[in-house]
Nanobody
Framework: QVQLVESGGGLVQTGGSLRLSCAASELTFSYYAMGWFRQTPVKDREFLAVISASGGVTGYADSVKGRFTISRDNAKNTVYLQMNSLKPEDTAVYYC????????????????WGQGTQVTVSS
């Protein structure tokens, strides 16, 4: 069964940085566009970043543009989200997701999801 496993979350102060990782198994990783989303109990799942299957094209939500960077290493079946200049508003559970057909900003377009990793940014 396909598995996506996020790691790298934790507690960080405002202005700090974290790098999230998402390791994929039981799929041909290089065929899939990969995305990052986040969710809180009071906010619907929010698109953050997407990267094409080859890694050649990326896209970002306006809220994180210039602060977050998505990348992938197809040899390691892993996608990353480097998060800099973190703010308390970034506190959420962060999810990675895989999409066989296309890079998309829409959560419902994604085929597989990880279980999430908590990121907490303190003041």
């Amino acid at each position: 069964q396909v598995q996506l496993v996020e790691s790298g979350g934790g507690l960080v102060q405002t202005g700090g940085s974290l790098r999230l990782s998402c390791a994929a198994s039981e799929l041909t990783f290089s065929y899939y566009a990969m995305g990052w989303f986040r969710q809180t109990p009071v906010k619907d799942r929010e698109f953050l970043a997407v990267i094409s299957a080859s890694g050649g094209v990326t896209g970002y939500a306006d809220s994180v543009k210039g602060r977050f960077t998505i990348s992938r290493d197809n040899a390691k079946n892993t996608v990353y989200l480097q998060m800099n200049s973190l703010k308390p508003e970034d506190t959420a559970v962060y999810y990675c997701a895989a999409n066989r057909l296309r890079a998309s900003t829409i959560a419902r377009d994604y085929d597989y999801w990880g279980q999430g990793t908590q990121v907490t940014v303190s003041s």
